[in-house]
Structures are given as C-alpha cells and as structure tokens.
C-alpha cells in the first residue's frame, strides 16, 4: 500500500484543521478534546463513511494551537481585509474558521504566504464550489498575509 506524499498529507491537515475550528466553536469544545477527537476518530480512520484520509498530525496539531494561541491577532488582520461592515464575527462559520486556520498559518514562517493562500483558496472551492467564497478568501487573505508577513511581498510592517 502506497503511502500518501506530503503535499496530500498537508492537504488532509488543513482540511481536517478548519472542521476542527469549526466545531470548536460550533459546539464549545476545547482544543484538547477536538485534537483528541480527529486524532482517534478521524485522521485515517475508518467508519460507516469510508476511510477517512491520512493527514500531517504535526502540522494538523500547529494549525489548531497557533489559532488559538494567536486567535485575536488572526482575527484583527482578517477583519483589516473585510468590508467595515461585515466584521470576522459576522462572515460565515466555515469561513471563519478557514481564515482562522490559514491565519495560524500565516501567523508563522513555516510555509510561504502563496502557498498557504493558494492551499486555502483550494479548500474554499472545496467548501464552496458555486460561490464566489474562493475569490473572497483570495482577496482578504492576501490582505492578511501582507498585514502579517510583508516582508514576504517586498515590503516593510506597515
């Protein structure tokens, strides 16, 4: 059996990493329980729905502490890049969730900006394959990702 290459397996993380922040907040819970929860029932495990795919757990696991870790400088860079009037605690769950994962993602180093845009814009269409959701997350996460790295972009914190 052939295992999954890592762009896959960065994939599955990220997808994995907005249901989780998703239902962290939908239902309340902590971080541990989610982390928990996908780690023993959902990162490549089998179910009456099929095998879920294999996943990057430590990157899984980085998306979700650095969202919480940082979740109010997330959300102020993405409010930045939203119209005035539909402030980040307006949008869309899934969408929020998504620009919050993403932000983690932002937040550090570890991936370039481009990527970890392009990577969030493919789970958009995912998420959204009728809407203009995917142009939407494009715009205010570059807005996002020149707020906090603009050194990746040419430019200086502004």
């Not at 605690?89 to 919050?100: E, K, S, T």
């Amino acid at each position: 059996m052939s295992r999954p290459d890592k762009r896959a397996l960065s994939r599955a993380a990220r997808l994995y990493a907005v249901q989780a922040l998703f239902q962290m907040e939908a239902a309340g819970q902590s971080v541990d329980r989610v982390l928990g929860e996908f780690r023993d029932f959902r990162i490549g495990a089998s179910d009456d729905e099929g095998t879920h795919p294999e996943a990057d757990q430590a990157l899984f696991s980085r998306i979700l502490d650095d969202a919480v870790t940082w979740q109010a400088k997330i959300d102020q860079a993405t409010d930045r890049g939203l119209v005035a009037k539909w402030p980040i605690d307006r949008i869309d769950p899934v969408l929020r969730a998504l620009f919050r994962a993403a932000g983690a993602e932002l937040a550090t180093p570890a991936t370039p900006p481009k990527v970890v845009i392009s990577e969030y814009v493919r789970l958009a269409e995912a998420f959204f394959p009728d809407g203009r959701e995917p142009k939407f997350v494009n715009a205010v996460l570059d807005h996002v990702a020149r707020g906090l790295r603009p050194e990746a972009f040419g430019g200086a914190a502004g």
